[in-house]
């Protein structure tokens, strides 16, 4: 599941944004704590405090300025994150993805989907309103 946005700040503001993750709680008021541990590259670890809620992912793609990847090893969400930046018309256009294993869940699929794309919207509007509010 994936979503685009619009945001009105230039590509290489949105890359600091997203990898300065130990300042993900200034424009993500629902994550208390965020961390990450080692060099932005593949391999390294981040985790962050979403809902009290511990979640620990490791990074898979390092592009500065242009795509930032991580699989969720624990947390809420099991799957892939995916974001890509791209120059847009004076801005820049943020495309965040997620999926999502639901393997072996006797969870209803669509509902899950569903508010996969709600979380996923969330967080492309508060990146949104971090560079609104500069």
Sequence with gaps: MGACTRVDASPAAIW?????????PQWHD???????LGPAQPGSALCWREHETLSV???????P?????WDLLQ???????RWRIEESAGGALVCHARS???VGTD???AKLRERLLVAVNDW??????RFTRS
């Design 30 to 36: 629902r994550i208390s704590a965020s961390n990450l």
């Design 57 to 63: 992912a490791r990074l898979t793609c390092v592009e």
């Design 100 to 102: 999502l294993a639901v």
């Design 107 to 109: 969870q209803d699929v």
């Design 124 to 129: 492309n509007g508060r990146l949104r309103a």
């Design 16 to 24: 600091t944004c997203l990898i300065d993750i130990a300042c993900w």
């Design 75 to 81: 947390g809420p969400w099991p799957g892939q994150h």
């Design 65 to 69: 300025g242009r795509r930032l990847e």
